[in-house]
């Protein structure tokens, strides 16, 4: 059965620490991960990786995934308060399903 | 479009009612998915549109629930006989194809009384 699992379920830091996010997976017909940041309701879409070792890198996040492990993280450096949602990490296959995470709860206290 | 739009952004109905939810994806867009989405719980996949017809419905948990895209255009998720089981968040995304990021709206959350 596809599963994405993510790890921490939640995590509390203060502003300014880095944060690593874990998620590991196992998709059928593999052919993407994405990242999706969740405030309020509904997911905004942060990266899509398809490619092993290559990082994307958007201001202070970055993701690289590993498909030897069937893995990948998400970075936050130098958190802010902004930072605090809902992290979901995202399998897809090649029929264009999808397999969601349970999401990892970031807080960032000030 | 400017993204995708969810309507209404709240609706509270009685158990046993029938109710319907509205999804407009971005203009252009041929692949429509519909999630719903329980407290504490990732979005769980319902049904998934490829143009006008339902490329993989696996996801409907029974047949109180049910969905169209007549032009492959707008979508609406049809429940019937509500249960108090079916409050969630449903999420509608789309992408320009199958193969393509999926933009999320902002979702219907729906309470049953």
């Known amino acids: 059965e596809d599963k994405v699992v993510q790890s921490p379920l939640s995590l509390v830091v203060h502003e300014g620490d880095t944060v690593t996010l874990n998620c590991s997976y196992e998709?059928?017909?593999?052919?993407?991960l994405l990242w999706y940041k969740q405030e309020k309701k509904a997911p905004t879409f942060l990266f899509m990786l398809?490619?092993?070792?290559i990082e994307k890198k958007s201001g202070r996040l970055s993701s690289i995934l590993d498909k030897k492990e069937l893995s990948s993280i998400l970075n936050i450096t130098a958190t802010q308060t902004g930072d605090s949602a809902i992290y979901l990490c995202v399998g897809g296959g090649s029929q264009g399903n999808l397999i969601f995470g349970k999401g990892t709860k970031l807080s960032v206290k000030p | 479009g400017a993204g995708v739009s969810q309507t209404p952004s709240n609706k509270v109905t009685e158990k046993g009612k029938y109710v319907e939810l509205r999804c407009d994806p971005i203009s252009g867009h041929t692949a429509l998915y519909w999630y719903r989405q329980s407290l504490g719980q990732g979005p769980e996949f319902l049904i998934y549109?490829?143009?006008?017809?339902?490329?993989?419905d696996s996801g409907l948990p029974n047949d109180r629930f049910f969905a169209v895209r007549p032009e492959g255009s707008v979508s609406t998720l049809k429940i019937q006989r509500t249960e108090r089981g079916d409050s969630a968040v449903y999420l509608c995304?789309?992408?320009?194809?199958?193969?393509?990021?999926?933009?999320f709206g902002p979702g219907t959350r729906l309470t049953v009384l």
């Open positions: 998709v059928t017909n593999f052919r993407s």
């Open positions: 549109f490829q143009g006008t017809g339902a490329a993989d």
């Open positions: 995304a789309s992408s320009l194809t199958s193969a393509d990021t999926q933009y």
């Open positions: 398809t490619s092993s070792g």
